[in-house]
Nanobody
Framework: QERLVESGGGLVQPGGSLRLSCAAS????????MAWYRRGPGNERELVAA???????SYADSVKGRFTISRDNAKNTVDLQMNSLKPEDTAAYYC?????????WGQGTQVTVSS
C-alpha cells in the first residue's frame, strides 16, 4: 500500500515560519511529480507548489517568494518551507504524488496562522 505521511503542521503567528515534510513509502516515488495542495476554510483545494522528478519547482502566485518546495529522492521525502506566513495561509495541507494515471494523497496536516 502506497503511503504519503505529512508532518510539521501547527500554529504559528503571522510572519512566522513552518516546515512541512512528506515521507513516501515507495522508492519509485522518486519518479513522481510531488506537490503540496491546501484547502482553507470554505475554499476549494488549490495547488500550492510542485516539483518534478528532476527537481524543477513551480509555485502558486500567492506563495511565490515565501514558500520553497524541495525533495530528497534518496530519502523519499518532499518538504515545503513556508516563510512570512499570513493568516490566509491557514489551511489543511496535503502531500500529493502523481505520475500519469497514478495519484496518491497524504492524510493532511493543519497549518494555522494566527496571533
Amino acid at each position: 500500500q502506497e503511503r504519503l505521511v505529512e508532518s510539521g503542521g501547527g500554529l504559528v503567528q503571522p510572519g512566522g515560519s513552518l516546515r512541512l515534510s512528506c515521507a513516501a513509502s515507495r522508492t519509485t516515488f522518486r519518479l513522481f511529480v510531488m506537490a503540496w495542495y491546501r484547502r482553507g476554510p470554505g475554499n476549494e483545494r488549490e495547488l500550492v507548489a510542485a516539483i518534478t522528478s528532476g527537481g524543477s519547482p513551480s509555485y502558486a502566485d500567492s506563495v511565490k517568494g515565501r514558500f520553497t518546495i524541495s525533495r530528497d529522492n534518496a530519502k523519499n521525502t518532499v518538504d515545503l518551507q513556508m516563510n512570512s506566513l499570513k493568516p490566509e495561509d491557514t489551511a489543511a495541507y496535503y502531500c500529493n504524488a502523481n505520475r500519469g494515471s497514478l495519484t496518491f494523497w497524504g492524510q493532511g496536516t493543519q497549518v494555522t496562522v494566527s496571533s
